[in-house]
C-alpha cells in the first residue's frame, strides 16, 4: 500500500484531530475572553467524517492519533468516537490532549474504550495565576483530573507547561519537582505565535535550552537517550531518582520540521500540513458530496505534498498564524 510520504520524504505517521472549536477555558494566549467566534454547528465534522478521514488516514502509514480541540472533552460522545478509533486496524496509538478541567470524570472511561495516554495543559500551580491565565477557578480539578488519569492507567500523563517570561517563568522548578515524587511527564514548551489579543512577542519565549539550565541550576538532571512511547519532539531528561521525567520542546528556537511526521485535521474539516502555515485542504465537502474514499485519499495526498520543508518563526518573514490554537486544535 502506498504510504502518505511528502516531497522531502517525511512519512506522515501521526495525525492530530480536533474534534471541537469550544472549550470550557478562555486561555490568555488562546482566546479572547469572550471565546473565539464559533464555526456554524453544521460546519464542525461529525463523528462519522471524522472516523473515516482517520480510516483512510491508517490505512496510508498513520499509526498516531492525538484527539484535541478546543476542549475535546467537552464534545457529546467523545469516549465513543475513541471507542471508534480504537477499533482501527493497523492504528497502535491514541492519545488525548486536554486542559484537564473534567478530565476526572472522563479518565477511567476513556482508558476502557481504548486511550492509551493522555497530555494536560497546565501552566501554573499558584491558584490565582491559574485563574488569571485560564480566566477559570479549576485549578484544583485539573490536578485531581492527573491524578485520576494515572489510577485509569493512562500511560504517560504529561503535563504541557507553555512558559511566559514575566507570568509563569518563576515556576519551572515547581513544575520540574513535580517529577520527583510524581510518574509525571512533565513537558516544557516553548510560546509561540498566533494572533491572539495577548500578543506574542521574542521577548516573552524562553528557549527551551534556557529552561534547562534554569532547572539543572537547582536539580540534578540525566538525559534520557531511548525513545520512549510518543516522545515526538521533546528532548528528554530525568531529574536524578525521579520517578517521572522532563522534556522540552523547542518549535521556536530550534525546530524539528526536518522530522516533522504530522499532519493536522481542524474541526471545520481541513487538513493542515503544518501547525505555522495558512495552507489547508479542504475535505468536508468531498466528505458530504457524497465523493468516494478515492477522493478524500486524494486530497490526503495532495495536502501531504504541500507540506512545507518547514516553519519561519525565526526568519523576518514569518507571520503569525490566522487561526489561533483552539481552532487549529493545538
Ligand atoms: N484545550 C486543550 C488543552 O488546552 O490542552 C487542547 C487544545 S489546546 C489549543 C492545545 C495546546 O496548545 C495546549 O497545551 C496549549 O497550552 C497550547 N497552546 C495554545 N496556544 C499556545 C501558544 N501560543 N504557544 C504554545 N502553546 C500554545
Ligand atoms: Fe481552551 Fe486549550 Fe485554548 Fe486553553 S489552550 S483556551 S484550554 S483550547
Known sequence: MKKLVD?????????????????????????????????????????????????????????????????????KGIVDFIGELSGL???????????????????????????NRVNVSLDSLKKDRFAKVTRGDKLGAVLKGLDEAHAAG?????????????????????????????????????????NTEEGWDREKCISADEIRDIIAGELDLEPINERGAGAGPARRFKVKGGLGELGFISPVTQHFCGECNRLRLTADGKIRACLFSDTEVDLREALRNGSGD???????????????????????????????MSLIGG
Open 7 to 75: 516531497s522531502y520524504k517525511r512519512q506522515i505517521k501521526y495525525l492530530r484531530i480536533s474534534v471541537t472549536d469550544r472549550c470550557n477555558l478562555r486561555c490568555l494566549y488562546c482566546m479572547p475572553a469572550e471565546g473565539v467566534k464559533l464555526a456554524p454547528p453544521d460546519s464542525i465534522l461529525r463523528y462519522e467524517e471524522i472516523l473515516r478521514v482517520a480510516r483512510l488516514a491508517v490505512e496510508y502509514g498513520v499509526t498516531s492519533i492525538r484527539v484535541t480541540g478546543g476542549e475535546p472533552l467537552v464534545r
Open 89 to 115: 486496524r493497523g492504528l497502535e496509538d491514541i492519545s488525548i490532549t486536554t486542559n484537564g478541567v473534567v478530565l476526572s470524570e472522563f479518565a477511567a472511561p476513556l482508558k476502557k474504550a481504548g486511550l
Open 154 to 194: 493512562l500511560r504517560p500523563v504529561k503535563i504541557n507547561m507553555v512558559v511566559i517570561k514575566g507570568f509563569n517563568d518563576d515556576e519551572i522548578v515547581d513544575f520540574a519537582r513535580i517529577s520527583i515524587n510524581k510518574p509525571f511527564h512533565v513537558r516544557f514548551i516553548e510560546y509561540m505565535p498566533f
Open 294 to 324: 478515492s477522493v478524500i485519499k486524494d486530497l490526503l495526498f495532495r495536502s501531504v505534498m504541500e507540506k512545507p520543508a518547514g516553519h519561519q518563526i525565526n526568519e523576518n518573514i514569518f507571520k503569525k498564524c490566522a487561526r489561533t
